[in-house]
């Protein structure tokens, strides 16, 4: 069964910094990553998708690597901001109905 | 990207009571519609895969009974809890895929049982 994983559970850094959030899964038969973000009461946010067949995906300051060999992707947010506080979440499509989620990594950006 | 959208975004009902959510996506047809249930401070639990035109998939441990899933359509999937208690309180939330396989979520649904 596939298991996804992010580390770390949460991560606080000062406005401006450059950060990257881990997410690892145990299954490398996928079919695509995907990076969304939730803020408190809200539903998740697509930020990026990335194809087994991708390397990268890029979105603004946002950049996503996918390695399917080594069952890791990473999300690297360039010049955080405080508007990038939220609570982050990676997903694997294994299966064609299939979606694994990761338990998130909460980050608080301080001004 | 494409819009799911859930509604109601907030319920408050009295216990032994039905709650209705209507989860609709709005620019494209999903054949495919998936609920979640999120605790406090936790990911998303997979509670059911809802299928247009045919019953819906539960997760185990999942009470179908509970939790009634209808697809009736192309753009429409609906949980009802039935005869909802406290414990049922919840944040739920449903998404649809597009053909790419992309993930989009609805706002969310927060049910309160009094």
């Known amino acids: 069964k596939q298991e996804v994983t992010q580390i770390p559970a949460a991560l606080s850094v000062p406005e401006g910094e450059n950060l990257v959030l881990n997410c690892s899964f145990t299954?490398?038969?996928?079919?695509?990553l995907q990076w969304f973000r939730q803020d408190p009461g809200k539903g998740l946010t697509s930020l990026l998708l990335?194809?087994?067949?991708?390397r990268e995906q890029t979105s603004g300051r946002l950049n996503a690597s996918l390695d399917k060999s080594s069952g890791r992707s990473t999300l690297y947010i360039a010049a955080s901001q405080p508007g990038d506080s939220a609570t982050y979440l990676c997903?694997?499509?294994?299966?064609?109905?299939?979606?694994?989620f990761g338990s998130g990594t909460k980050l608080n950006v301080k001004p | 990207g494409a819009v799911v959208s859930q509604h109601p975004s907030r319920v408050i009902c009295k216990s032994g009571t039905s709650v209705k959510i209507e989860c609709r996506s709005l620019?494209?047809?999903?054949?495919?519609m998936f609920w979640y249930r999120q605790f406090p401070k936790q990911s998303l639990m997979l509670m059911a895969t809802?299928?247009?035109?045919?019953?819906?998939?539960?997760e185990q441990g999942v009470e179908k009974d509970k939790f009634l899933i209808n697809h009736a359509s192309l753009t429409l999937s609906t949980l009802t809890v039935t005869s909802a208690h406290p414990e049922d309180s919840s944040f739920y939330i449903c998404?649809?895929?597009?053909?790419?396989?992309?993930?989009?979520f609805g706002e969310g649904s927060r049910l309160t049982v009094l």
């Open positions: 990335i194809q087994s067949s991708q």
């Open positions: 997903a694997v499509r294994h299966g064609f109905n299939k979606f694994y």
């Open positions: 809802s299928n247009e035109g045919s019953k819906a998939t539960y």
């Open positions: 299954d490398s038969a996928i079919y695509n």
């Open positions: 998404s649809a895929h597009l053909y790419t396989g992309e993930l989009f």
């Open positions: 620019d494209f047809q999903a054949t495919t």
